[in-house]
T-cell receptor
Framework: QKEVEQNSGPLSVPEGAIASLNCTYS??????FFWYRQYSGKSPELIMF????GDKEDGRFTAQLNKASQYVSLLIRDSQPSDSATYLC???????????FGTGTRLQVTL | DTEVTQTPKHLVMGMTNKKSLKCEQH?????MYWYKQKAKKPPELMFV???????INESVPSRFSPECPNSSLLNLHLHALQPEDSALYLC???????????FGQGTRLTVV
């Protein structure tokens, strides 16, 4: 069982729609959860982090955490073509003192 | 300022060369990391330094040698690399070993 799992996609959404990206993790002791955006050939860019159950909003982005079900999601409202990228979920804390990355979901926002 | 600076941006080296990658941050972060990323794969952790001490070595071959001269600098010394070591090498820093990590722009390494 992979430690952090994401659907590789591509996830295709039309411009202006809501993109929903999901991530599950196996270590119940995990404490910190991050979403990174990575454009092709570039380095990952931190866009959201969440530590507590519930929702956290920042502009067009909302991160949702459910520790009981061991999943974290990222919603992108009013998706724009510039949002087309790979989104990496990362999980920290738990039994290993390091961040563990999922394989990423490729998002395509179509015109 | 959430900036991590890596040099060089691109590096081509032969299998007998010795080279070093450099990383610098001035955010007062106490944890610094080296990751390796191959195309269409997630970043793969290599080393973690916490308070300037090596805390995690993910069974990386000895041809990769990390060094943390002070709290702001992190180096990765390279020697006798193989073509399969060609990848994007990413440095990151975070306030602590489990906090939000900020990445530098990476060094694109090609081993010939």
């Amino acid at each position: 069982q992979k430690e952090v799992e994401q659907n590789s996609g591509p996830l295709s959404v039309p411009e202006g729609a809501i993109a929903s990206l999901n991530c599950t993790y196996s270590d119940r002791g995990s404490q910190s959860f991050f979403w990174y955006r990575q454009y092709s050939g570039k380095s990952p860019e931190l866009i959201m982090f969440i530590y507590s159950n519930g929702d956290k909003e920042d502009g067009r982005f909302t991160a949702q955490l459910n520790k009981a079900s061991q999943y974290v999601s990222l919603l992108i409202r009013d998706s724009q073509p510039s949002d087309s990228a790979t989104y990496l979920c990362a999980v920290g804390g738990g039994t290993a003192s390091k961040l563990t990355f999922g394989t990423g979901t490729r998002l395509q926002v179509t015109l | 300022d959430t900036e991590v600076t890596q040099t060089p941006k691109h590096l081509v080296m032969g299998m007998t060369n010795k080279k070093s990658l450099k990383c610098e941050q001035h955010m007062g972060h106490r944890a610094m990391y080296w990751y390796k990323q191959k195309a269409k794969k997630p970043p793969e952790l290599m080393f973690v330094y916490s308070y300037e001490k090596l805390s995690i070595n993910e069974s990386v071959p000895s041809r990769f040698s990390p060094e943390c001269p002070n709290s702001s600098l992190l180096n990765l010394h390279l020697h006798a690399l193989q073509p399969e070591d060609s990848a994007l090498y990413l440095c990151a820093s975070s306030p602590s070993a489990e906090g939000e990590a900020f990445f530098g722009q990476g060094t694109r390494l090609t081993v010939v």
